[in-house]
């Protein structure tokens, strides 16, 4: 596709955006860095760089040219993208022109100290280590939601951050949608006799170095492409995107149950492929990456869970995954189909099988919707997440790091974030549904290459060539004629789960 800006305006704003970009490029970059390679001590300076550049980039962006070109732009007649860009433009004004510099520069600061001491907190297991940071972040989310402005619920302003037009009512009644059928099928999980309580594999060692190599064979196959992709190690991975031809993804190796690495590698390569995969031609403006984090979630789940977990898959690396301990080979491929698809409430959310995923994202949203109304303090946060847990899941966390203190985001200042997960991943069954009424099962093309081919040039025409166009609801309606519903996901979960207990 050449170019789809035309517009006087639009192309003079184009221009004068590359600098922002430019900051907001350098910031992920160091970023990156800060949870990959950063010696600990460097985080009071970069704490202090990133800070800065926040500022800088909201001083070019509340420049009087740049935003009276907004508005005269505004008005004049302007094609799909041209009209998502001031879209994405405006947002992020609003946000700039809501937010006090002397806030920005504060949050940008706390949040990354509160990174260190949440790391330190996790590593000692001791909640009280990270208290009074949560503490200073649960307060200066308040006051953000208080300047950003929001209609009925303060939680609004916080949601929308993350996922545009998102509000407290759609998560409300999204979780209200699923919370008792998923909770009436994990009760019949439990009641089948082939429920097991722990899966023989998830003992099973491997060196970390074996472990490098089913993963790197794995981007061969679905990627193969270096030049554009790389993949590192972290604790808590994450996937960035710098740019054209600059994807970054991150995994981790914990020397057992390897499902956890397979998993995070394949996720985090459904984020990579939807950044790679986006329009050229938008590259350098606001629309040039994907930023619903809702259509970004449904490209990593439909990855980690339809392909990466799948029978045909699985039959794909067999060879491989045998080869990471001699004691794997005595399983068969259904018994690895079986560990990777097992269900069984857990601690921990990002090992979570896709019955109780649902249920750890649903008490994050209940306790940071009590944190924003005030109705729950952040110093009685161990007692209510237990609590939780033994309602939903019938577990306790045996202690604070496998608690409260397992997620990165509040030490990030990401509250507003977590309902994108679940919601994501219903999205992600609705693209299946839809592409196999394209292109066929998945499960028949999936062990060719070309066959992988085609399930990417799908995800490309109809979702990641168009980056940020289109909000999530938007583009589910362009694609499927339908509104956006969590019913698609209740009928894969039963159909999936009742076949295999
Ligand atoms: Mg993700």
């Known amino acids: 596709m050449s170019s789809p800006f035309a517009n006087n305006s639009i192309l003079e704003i184009i221009k004068r955006y590359r600098t922002i970009w430019s900051l907001y490029h350098l910031s992920a970059l160091a970023q990156w860095d800060m949870n990959t390679y950063m010696p600990e001590d460097g985080i009071n300076a970069r704490s202090e760089a990133l800070g800065k550049v926040a500022v800088l980039s909201q001083k070019l962006f509340l420049d009087n040219d740049f935003v009276s070109l907004i508005q005269k732009a505004e008005k004049e007649k302007l094609n799909d993208y041209e009209k998502a860009l001031i879209r994405l433009l405006k947002r992020d004004l609003r946000h700039y022109q809501k937010l006090p510099p002397e806030f920005i520069e504060e949050f940008t600061k706390v949040t990354n ?18 208290e009074p940071d949560l503490e200073k972040i649960v307060e200066l989310s308040r006051k953000k939601a208080e300047y950003l402005g929001y209609e009925k619920h303060p939680y609004d302003a916080l949601l929308d951050e993350y996922e545009e037009g998102l509000t407290t009512e759609d998560v409300q009644k999204y979780f209200d949608s699923i919370k008792k059928p998923i909770i009436s099928l994990l009760k019949y999980i439990k009641n089948s006799p082939k429920y ?40 808590h991975p994450f996937s960035t995107s710098l740019g054209i031809g600059d994807a970054r993804i991150t995994t981790r190796y914990e020397g057992k149950n390897f499902k956890q690495s397979y998993s995070s590698t394949i996720h985090e390569f459904g984020h990579a492929l939807y950044d790679l995969q986006c329009g050229k031609e938008l590259a350098y403006t606001p629309i040039g990456t994907g930023t619903s984090l809702v259509i970004q979630e449904s490209q990593s789940r439909l990855w980690e869970n339809m392909i990466g977990k799948s029978r045909e898959f699985i039959r794909m690396f067999y060879s491989d995954i045998t080869k990471l301990n001699a004691n794997i080979k005595k399983y068969s491929i259904d018994d690895i189909y079986e560990y990777m698809n097992s269900v069984k409430p857990s601690p921990i959310r990002t090992g979570a099988d896709e019955i109780t995923y649902h249920l750890h994202v649903l008490i994050r949203f209940e306790i940071e919707k009590g944190l924003i109304e005030g109705k729950i303090s952040v110093k009685d946060l161990p007692k209510i997440w237990a609590e939780k847990y033994e309602s939903y899941l019938g577990i306790k966390p045996k202690t604070d790091t496998e608690g409260v203190l397992q997620d990165i985001h509040w030490s990030q200042g990401n509250i507003g974030y977590f309902p994108t997960y679940s919601m994501g991943t219903s999205l992600s069954v609705i693209w299946k549904n839809e592409m196999e009424k394209d292109i066929g099962k998945i499960s028949g ?20 060539q168009y980056g940020s166009t289109y909000t999530f609801k938007e583009i589910v309606k362009r694609v499927t004629g339908k509104e956006f519903s969590p019913q698609p996901l209740l009928d894969y979960l039963k159909e999936k789960y009742k076949g295999i207990y």
């Open 113 to 130: 100290e509160a990174h260190m001491a949440w790391k330190n907190a996790k590593e000692k297991n001791k909640f009280s280590l990270f």
């Open 196 to 235: 097991k309580n722990r899966h023989p594999l998830e003992n099973e060692k491997y060196e970390t170095l074996k472990m490098e190599q089913l993963n790197k064979k794995f981007l061969e196959l679905v990627h193969n492409n270096s030049n554009n992709l790389r993949m590192d190690v972290a604790p």
């Open 445 to 464: 093309i999936l062990t060719s290459k070309e066959g992988i081919k085609k399930i990417e040039e799908w995800l490309r025409t109809n979702i990641h």
